[in-house]
Nanobody, 120 residues
Framework: QVQLVESGGGLVQAGGSLRLSCAASGRTFSAYSMGWFRQAPGKEREFVAA????????YYSDSVKGRFRISRDNAKNTMYLQMNNLKPEDTAVYYC?????????????WGQGTQVTVSS
């Protein structure tokens, strides 16, 4: 199992960009498909994006498609989420996790997340 630490969140104006990072410990990071999830205040945690272990396939929720891009660097044990054209409704705590790619469901433990706040 991998341990995950998210970083890169912050306060940004609508239309701005942020890049989140998910650093993994353990030698088996490259064996896992990975995903980003987010939880806004008063709402359930929701799926954002996922990337297959090889990086060859990606999948996005409709709400972020065309604005966010997920990527990974297996040599650095790190996954990224480039977020462009941010909207106030993107405000949430963002989490990374291992995923079952066929169902886009989380399969590991949650970290502390990183807060993203988008002002209008």
């Amino acid at each position: 199992q991998v341990q995950l630490v998210e970083s890169g969140g912050g306060l940004v104006q609508a239309g701005g960009s942020l890049r989140l990072s998910c650093a993994a410990s353990g030698r088996t990071f490259s064996a896992y498909s990975m995903g980003w999830f987010r939880q806004a205040p008063g709402k359930e945690r929701e799926f954002v994006a996922a990337i297959r272990w090889s990086g060859g396939n990606t999948y996005y929720s409709d709400s972020v498609k065309g604005r966010f891009r997920i990527s990974r660097d297996n040599a650095k044990n790190t996954m990224y989420l480039q977020m462009n054209n941010l909207k106030p409704e993107d405000t949430a705590v963002y989490y990374c996790n291992t995923v079952v790619f066929a169902t886009m469901t989380p399969s590991g433990s949650w970290g502390q997340g990183t807060q993203v706040t988008v002002s209008s």
